[in-house]
């Protein structure tokens, strides 16, 4: 048998309506919630889980190469080092696999930032949002933010993983003191798709109404670019640096969305890239099968076209979020 | 005590001045909030959500300067919006409980809540459902729930029976009389269906070009000097009409079987006589009542007193 | 004038109306149900927007499906919010006034007639982009009107106008009702509904449910006894008496005593009993009335029998 809790109370609970008197956070800095729950609801898409894994493809590659290599390479006489590694630059590789994980890291930010601001608009949420004490700012830098954690998440779990694994493994060829500072110069790079893609994608998407069209749209300028810079590179390949076509046609490599990125990687990490190959001694380069590196840009100019991009979009965003009429 | 004050408010949008000098206080309880399209209404509201500068005088909400705290009173306030909205790709316990985080709640506290609201509005299983299936109907409640989901002390609600059928619109008007009797929520509900307001509301506030036209209790608006009667046949009887001024009473208006007439005397004495004068003209009476404005003729009273009614024009 | 015979249409499996047979006629009929009930497909087949799947529908005896004939005849002011934007809403009445085959004269007159009937003349000549819904609902009713049609159907046409607005516009309909017209509206807001007629009909899930006069349908009601409210001093002794009537079905004390809810068969012999009971007995009386005499009951009680 169960007896009231305290004199006068009834047996039956009232259900009506209770007002809520619980604790409330201070109404600033609503981007924590928003950035939250950009990243809830996309961390639940299998597209976005697709993606991510595959974007660490090249890194598996490698991981085989380099394990095959290592096992099966004979008549290496006692005291000396294996020719295949030697001739490894290690930076060059994380360089490799950035490249490769470029198309890979753009479908993800279709994924996760495509219909980010575009089914908003169809949906009329801002409404909400402003409704509530979360303003412009708040949305916008909220959305930002979770985009570029899930980017840059997916962008450094496969790297930092690979780096662990050739600190371990490949100390012997160099891994570490090739190049110590390596793991602080990896940093920036990891950021650089993030920063890219949230800014790009989120401008894109608040063009339209609908993220499926805002993803089109933007696979659109991805692979119209794509198609020009592979273009550039066949121009290049068709004309070694010195011979025929003016060195500037190099750098237009770099005008598409991967190109740009890779552009800033390679700034920051200092190199050209090669495909298993490194630089011969006195000059001159060593082909890999059809590898023809394009040396690095200079920071001082990629640097501002790279932000300025960033800024471009960001701004679209800004302008494009409507500033809704909450009673209307 | 009072909900809200506006005092001396003048807001303009470049050279409109859409509130000129307005002053107003908001009771506590459930207020109507009234006017003519563009009167200041929605600039009223805006203002009363923070969002407006004022070009001069001030007020404020729950305690709040509305020029300088716009969020706090956000926080403080809940919004059901008139048109349409929701947060796309979210089931209705997941959109109400983010409401609630972006009102300023802990994210267990926000779910629990969500589906003590949701419960509340009317939506069972439903709430598991994605929001963009739903009905017009359970669009409003879900509007209704992220409202009220941070427990706010003031809830402004715009057009809350906008596109519900009659039973819809019965349902959300309990809703909203329960919430706001007897829970310590204060209402403002803008409208223009003029009998939502006198069903759900115990005073008005009523806006005309920028400034406060009237306010007050409904049953004070309603009341007619003189205590007319309406008086209710079962078909029309001109003989009626005649005998009752014959008697020493006045006839107001006729329409169809409704007599608006007045005697002297309480309506206990008044029912005898009329009854008597229907008997002599055949007539037999289905209803009498004291007279009430309805609130829309008040509310068309208070918006033009002078004006004529315009002429039907023949086309 | 409109004339519906056994018509159905459904989409799939879905039915849209079920065997509606009736009959509309001059003056002004609401036509009423909930949310899906069907009101929106009887109104285009009407207008000749939906062939029906089985049936007939008649306007002045001819069929209206993509039928020209017909279409001058009717006036249709629809729910959605169609327009051209960047005309004015002068441009657009009178292109739509060309297109029901009147001359360039004879459009820009009748436009500006209809303009001044519904109270737009002078905000005609901006954008439409620009319009409030209020203004946009007077250029639907004046596109519906310009050709002067005999019959106009309109669906939801009191949606976001204010309470003047409301009442300009329900004079409007009364004037073009009263001169013999067939107006057919279609609307939730019961209230504005009962200000303009009496005589309703109201589909549910498909189906007629009720055609006709108001008053009468609710007296056929039987399931629900017709309900009196007295309010009286002396509620205890007026029960006593009320009591001994027979046609008084139930009787109920209101929670604060001060009145009486009762339910009655044949209101016509109460109300003679009650005058007498008035005039002979003394029985003491503020107040009765029928709270359930108004449509909003009616639409309860028929929906959900």
Not at chain 1, 146 to 156: E, N, R, S, Y
Not at chain 1, 218 to 226: E, K, P, W
Not at chain 3, 37 to 65: C, N, W, Y
Request: some cysteine.
């Amino acid at each position: 048998m169960s007896f009231p809790t305290s004199r006068g109370s009834s047996p039956i609970a009232d259900l009506t309506y209770r007002n809520y008197d619980g604790p409330l956070d201070p109404p600033v800095n609503r981007w924590v919630a928003i950035a939250r729950n950009t990243i809830k609801m996309n961390v639940k898409k299998k597209g976005f889980w697709g993606w991510a894994i595959l974007s660490a493809l090249w890194y598996l590659v490698l991981i085989i190469v380099f394990y095959f290599v290592d096992t099966f390479s004979t008549n290496i006489p006692v005291g000396q080092q294996n020719p295949f590694f030697a001739q490894i630059i290690w930076k060059d590789q994380f360089l490799t696999a950035f490249g490769v994980s470029q198309m890979m890291l753009f479908a993800v930010a279709l994924v996760v930032g495509g219909g980010a601001i575009a089914n908003d608009n169809r949906a009329n949420a801002l409404l909400v949002y402003l409704s509530k004490p979360a303003t412009k700012g708040d949305y916008l830098i909220g959305k930002w933010l979770g985009v570029f954690t899930l980017i840059t998440l997916v962008t450094a779990a496969p790297m930092l993983a690979f780096y662990l694994y050739g600190a371990l493994s490949y100390r012997q060829y160099g891994f570490i003191s090739d190049n110590p500072t390596l793991l602080l110069k990896l940093i920036p790079v990891i950021l650089i798709p993030g920063f890219f893609h949230a800014s790009v994608v989120l401008g894109v998407s608040s063009l339209f109404k609908q993220g499926r069209i805002a993803g089109a749209a933007y696979a659109g300028i991805y692979f119209m670019s794509y198609i020009f810079t592979s273009a550039m590179r066949i121009v290049h390949i068709a004309n070694p640096p010195g011979k025929g076509v003016p060195h500037f046609a190099d750098n237009l490599y770099y005008f598409s969305i991967d190109g740009i990125q890779i552009g800033m990687a390679k700034a920051l990490l200092n190199s050209s890239g090669n495909l298993f190959v490194s630089v011969v001694p006195g000059g001159g380069r060593r082909m890999g099968p059809g590898a023809v590196p394009i040396d690095a840009p200079s920071l001082a100019i990629i640097a501002p076209i790279y932000f300025g991009i960033c800024a471009l979009f960001l701004w679209i965003a800004w302008t494009k979020v409507r500033a809704v009429e909450v009673v209307g | 005590m009072s909900v809200a004050t506006i005092q001396n408010l003048t807001v303009k949008y470049g050279n409109f001045t859409a509130l000129n000098d307005f002053s107003c206080e908001v009771p506590e309880g459930c207020t109507g909030l009234l006017g003519p399209n563009g009167a200041g209404k929605t600039t009223l509201l805006k203002t009363l959500l923070g969002f407006v500068k004022p070009v001069g005088g001030g007020g404020s909400v729950l305690g709040f300067d509305i020029a300088r705290d716009g969020r706090a009173i956000r926080q403080r306030i809940g919004l059901m919006p008139e048109q349409d909205c929701h947060i796309p790709g979210m089931t209705a316990v997941q959109f109400v409980a983010y409401a609630g985080e972006l009102a300023g709640m802990p994210s267990d506290q926000a779910v629990r809540r969500a589906h003590e609201v949701l419960e509340y509005s009317g939506l069972g299983e439903a709430r598991y459902r994605n929001v963009e299936t739903y009905s017009t109907g359970m669009k409003q409640r879900i509007k209704f729930a992220q409202a009220l989901v941070h427990g706010p002390k003031l809830l402004l609600l715009d057009e809350p029976t906008n596109g519900l059928d009659p039973a819809g619109r019965e349902e959300m008007l309990e809703l909203v009389r329960a919430v706001s009797h007897g829970k310590g929520v204060n209402v403002l509900v803008s409208s223009h269906v003029l009998p939502d307001i006198e069903r759900v509301c115990d005073q008005v506030i009523v806006v005309m070009n920028g400034r406060l036209r009237a306010s007050g209790k409904i049953t004070d608006l309603k009341r007619l000097e003189g205590h007319p009667v309406d008086v209710e046949l079962r078909e029309p009887v001109p003989a009626f009409a005649e005998a009752v001024q014959k008697a020493g009473g006045e006839v107001i208006s006729v329409k169809s079987t409704s007599y608006r007439i007045r005697f002297p005397g309480t309506p206990e004495e008044v029912v005898p006589k009329v009854l008597l004068l229907a008997r002599g003209v055949e007539a037999q009476v289905r209803g009498f009542a004291v007279a009430e404005r309805s609130l829309e003729d008040a509310f068309l009273d208070v918006i033009a007193p002078h004006e004529a009614i315009p002429q039907v024009s023949i086309v | 004038m409109i004339k519906l015979e056994h018509v159905s249409r459904w989409y799939g499996d879905v039915i849209g109306v079920n065997d509606v047979s009736c009959e509309i006629g001059p003056g002004l009929t609401a036509l009423l149900g909930m949310n899906g009930a069907g009101k929106s497909t009887l109104m285009r087949i009407i207008t000749g927007q939906l062939k029906t799947t089985t049936g007939s529908v008649a306007i002045d005896g001819l069929e209206p499906f993509a039928n020209p004939e017909v279409f001058k005849k009717l006036g249709y002011c629809p729910e959605i919010d169609n327009f051209y934007e960047h005309y004015s809403g002068r441009q657009f009445v009178e292109f739509l006034a060309r297109l029901s085959g009147m001359s360039k004269s004879e459009s820009k007159a009748r436009t500006q007639v209809v303009l001044e009937h519904v109270g737009m003349a002078d905000r005609a000549d901006k954008k439409i982009a620009g319009y409030s819904k209020g203004m946009r609902q007077r250029i639907k009713l004046a596109q519906a009107t310009v050709h002067d049609p005999n019959i106009i159907l309109l669906d939801e046409p009191l949606n976001g106008l204010d309470p003047v607005g409301r009442r300009e516009f329900i004079d409007v309909l009364g004037g073009l009702a009263d001169q013999g017209k067939c107006i057919v509206v279609s609307s939730h807001i019961l209230f504005e509904v009962e200000q303009m007629t009496r005589s309703i009909l109201l589909l549910h899930r498909g189906r007629l449910l009720a055609n006709g006069d108001l008053r009468v349908i609710r007296s056929l009601i039987d399931k629900h006894p017709h309900q009196v409210r007295i309010a009286t001093p002396e509620p205890r002794r007026t029960a006593e008496f009320l009591v001994t009537l027979p046609n008084v079905v139930s009787l109920r004390f209101d929670r604060a005593d001060k009145a009486l809810q009762l339910e009655v068969r044949e209101p016509d012999a109460f109300y003679d009993a009650l005058a007498r009971a008035v005039l002979e007995e003394k029985l003491p009386l503020e107040s009765f009335t029928s709270p359930d005499n108004n449509l909003e009951s009616v639409f309860k009680y028929l929906v959900n029998a």
